[in-house]
């Protein structure tokens, strides 16, 4: 199974800052690589597809980059709406696995 | 707007049986690959299975915990997709998302969950 291992698991951020979170993918996996917001007591929501493509209706401020076993993704301009939780996911190979989950808690 | 509003989730024995449903709207359900995820409390996300359309041939597919025991079927008359359960563990208690997965890529759409228990 290709294992996702995101880092870091929290950031403690304050709003208007710019936000890094990678995502190590132990075998290559192309640019087969989303990655998904989860509030509280919410369902996930698709934030980026196949590495850097970006979705109808989600902020400019998310973006997405990275190949092969590498990826990030990055929030420009925090605000206080993106505290969440992040995870990645791979649709490489069977099973499609996620990443941990990165904590997004703003000041 | 698409919708996916699971159900049949509950409480249930360790060894018994569930059948969680979910009802599609808003997008051609027949055309799109559909998939389970599940989330256990306080836990990260966790891919159960898909199934394909029938121009794919509606093959399944599964993750190692749950395969012989969970199986992943749809019926495109109805806008259905289902989730059967058999031989459940505790390991199995978890919020179950249906999904749109078109074409095995990113995941689309979300459901709103629904809770299953397996306790005794």
């Known amino acids: 199974d290709t294992v996702l291992t995101q880092s870091p698991d929290f950031q403690s951020v304050t709003p208007n800052e710019k936000v890094t979170i990678t995502c190590r993918a132990s075998?290559?996996?192309?640019?087969?690589l989303h990655w998904y917001q989860q509030k509280p007591d919410q369902s996930p929501r698709l934030l980026i597809k196949?590495?850097?493509q970006s979705i109808s209706g989600v902020p400019s401020r998310f973006s997405g980059s990275g190949s092969g076993t590498d990826f990030t993704l990055t929030i420009n301009s925090l605000e206080a709406e993106d505290a969440a939780v992040y995870y990645c996911?791979?649709?490489?190979?069977?099973?499609?696995?996620f990443g941990q989950g990165t904590k997004l808690e703003i000041k | 707007e698409v919708q996916l509003v699971e159900s049949g989730g509950g409480l249930v024995e360790p060894g018994g049986s569930l059948r969680l449903s979910c009802a599609a709207s808003?997008?051609?359900?027949?055309?799109?690959?559909m998939s389970w995820v599940r989330q256990a409390p306080g836990k990260g996300l966790e891919w159960v299975g898909r199934?394909?359309?029938?121009?794919?041939?509606?093959?399944?597919d599964y993750a190692a915990p749950v395969k012989g025991r969970f199986t992943v079927s749809r019926d495109d008359s109805k806008n259905m997709l289902y989730l059967q359960m058999n031989s459940l563990r505790s390991e199995d208690t978890a919020m179950y998302y249906c999904?749109?997965?078109?074409?095995?890529?990113?995941?689309?759409?979300w459901g709103q969950g629904t809770l299953v228990t397996v306790s005794s």
């Open positions: 996911h791979q649709s490489r190979s069977l099973p499609h696995t």
């Open positions: 199934v394909k359309s029938k121009t794919n041939g509606v093959t399944t």
């Open positions: 196949y590495t850097s």
């Open positions: 075998q290559s996996i192309g640019s087969s």
């Open positions: 999904t749109t997965h078109p074409g095995g890529g990113q995941i689309d759409n």
């Open positions: 808003g997008f051609t359900f027949s055309n799109v690959w």
